[in-house]
């Protein structure tokens, strides 16, 4: 069949760095083709260049076999294209109805028909399945269902062609089932895809054919899905064979470092209680408003709660905050790395060293560069970051899973003794998550705890000593590694007991 879009041979180089080189690949009509490679192999940008974002150094595009030649993400949008990305473009001021429709709710005379946008979103909300209010206010709204405004953002704009890059980093298991049967049936009516995702299953499950990129070139050519298998993908992504996803290893715990008693915050968090012990990797899994991440953000300090202690070595902690939790010798990695987690104008060295600033200080008071690049080099060695420039590259021009390197290497550099992590892999490859599992493996010889909060059952499995199981703001589960099962781990969390 006759492909719709067309790349031959598009380059781009920013400055000195050229980030592709010759790319081809085609899109046929109804079709949906995988686009994957590892953090910063230029999936991305590729994507950019086509939204307008960016401009092409050389190469042609062809949009039904014309010449393509997009000059900003209105031409794009006119030329019946949609994104959907992987980082949040949404007004956490506005409310769902206003940022499904921005630039386009203007009626007769300009002004603007809230009641008209509110019933068009209610009736686009209740095709995706989504339960939600369009007059709710984004910032009231937790992050999957903010992922899915965004999906909403695209399919409101009736796009023949539509780019969808990580979209289910945020979404729990019905929501992302929602999603691919409306990307199926979509296919079936004629639109086109490109499905950018590190989560090889779903390409292999949802995409007709896949493309890997790799440090900016194409590896092989575009094959059918049915030609290819998950390992192939993996070793062309990476460049090597990775026959252990997840690096477990044997290690001695020791005694309790952190302990928590009957944590309550209103109707989110009912009387939580667990302990973490030295050298422990502790996992918490739960669906969707389980609570873990308001559990998680009342532990460090951003929210208060209502009553329930916590317990360091023993000694209580009073008038929790984030700064006497770093002071303590506790990291946290938030879910939202973009909001909560990295000052995206900084440089990539302001951002990794953040949390070490105490430490990095001369006796003069002022920053030791010397003492901050060496850390520097060392978190780009152990995390293998892909950046031209640390100490003036910003962070937010880094592709996403380099971002989230940037944020396990600021805390990684502190050397924490208890480290919370929130969805530390959500959004990088399979290559990336191998290196942050190493890193987390060398906390815990070291004797970290660490409560390692996460939605892949898989990743939980395969990297902690236990797992807890959350289900409407209560603890409901526990299980020791020799008893883990998926189909535990699922039971539990919908409210069952799987020993019953």
């Known amino acids: 069949m006759d492909a719709i879009l067309e ?11 050229q980030v592709l080189k010759n790319i081809n690949c085609s899109l046929r009509k ?8 590892e953090n910063g192999a230029g999936k991305s940008t590729l994507m950019n260049i086509l939204g307008g974002v960016y401009m092409k150094t050389s190469g042609e595009f062809y949009l039904y076999g014309k010449p393509y030649e997009p000059q900003n993400p209105d031409d794009a949008t006119k030329a019946g294209i949609a994104f959907i990305h992987q980082e949040l473009n949404l007004f956490t001021n506005l409310s769902v109805a206003e940022n499904i429709f921005m630039g386009r709710n203007a009626g007769k005379f300009g002004i603007v028909s809230m009641s008209k946008i509110n019933l068009s979103a209610k009736n686009l909300l209740d095709k995706l399945g989504m339960d939600v209010n369009p007059k709710t206010l984004i910032r009231d709204l937790p992050m999957g269902m903010r992922q899915m405004v965004e999906i909403a953002k695209a399919i409101a704009k009736d796009a023949k062609i539509i780019f969808f890059d990580e979209p289910t980093t945020s979404l729990s298991t019905k929501e992302k089932e929602i999603l691919f049967s409306l990307i199926k049936n979509f296919a079936k009516q004629g639109v086109s895809m490109i499905y950018i995702s590190h989560a090889l299953d779903d390409v292999m499950n949802l995409c007709d054919e896949v493309l890997v990129l790799r440090d900016g070139q194409a590896v092989g050519e575009q094959k059918p899905i049915g030609e290819i298998t998950k390992e192939e993908l993996i070793t062309m992504m990476v460049g090597r064979e990775m026959n252990q996803l997840f690096p477990y290893v044997e290690k001695s715990i020791g005694g309790e470092v952190f302990r928590v008693e009957r944590l309550t915050q ?32 009342a532990l460090y300090g951003i929210d208060g709660y209502d009553s329930g202690s916590i317990y360091v070595r023993g000694e209580p902690m009073k008038k929790l905050s984030p700064q006497k939790w770093i002071a303590s010798g506790m990291a946290y990695i938030t879910e939202n790395r973009r909001d909560d987690g990295l000052l995206m104008p900084k440089s990539v060295r302001e951002n990794l060293i953040l949390v070490s600033l105490d430490k990095l200080k001369s006796k003069l008071g002022a920053l030791n560069v010397f003492l901050a690049n060496e850390l520097c080099k060392k978190s780009f060695v152990d995390l293998n970051i892909k950046s031209y420039d640390f100490s003036t590259q910003v962070v937010g021009s880094l592709s996403g899973g380099n971002q989230q390197k940037v944020v396990v290497g600021k805390w990684l550099m502190a050397a924490p003794k208890v480290f919370i992590l929130d969805e530390p892999t959500r959004g990088i490859d399979v290559g990336a998550k191998y290196e942050i599992y190493n890193q987390i493996n060398n906390l815990v010889l070291n004797g970290t705890s660490i409560l390692f909060i996460s939605s892949e059952i898989e990743e939980l499995m ?33 409210g069952g007991n799987p020993n019953e």
């Open 266 to 297: 209103g109707e989110r968090l009912k009387g939580i209680s667990f302990s973490l012990r030295e050298g422990e990797i502790v996992g918490m899994f739960g669906l969707m408003g389980a609570g873990r991440s308001e559990l998680a953000h």
């Open 462 to 494: 395969g990297v902690c000593d236990r797992v807890l199981v959350m289900s409407k703001g209560e603890i409901v589960g526990e299980m020791a590694r020799n008893e883990f099962s998926q189909e535990k781990f699922l039971q539990y969390a919908i």
């Open 7 to 17: 790349l031959q041979n598009v380059s781009k180089s920013f400055s000195s760095v």
């Open 30 to 37: 109804g079709a949906i083709l995988g686009l994957v490679g």
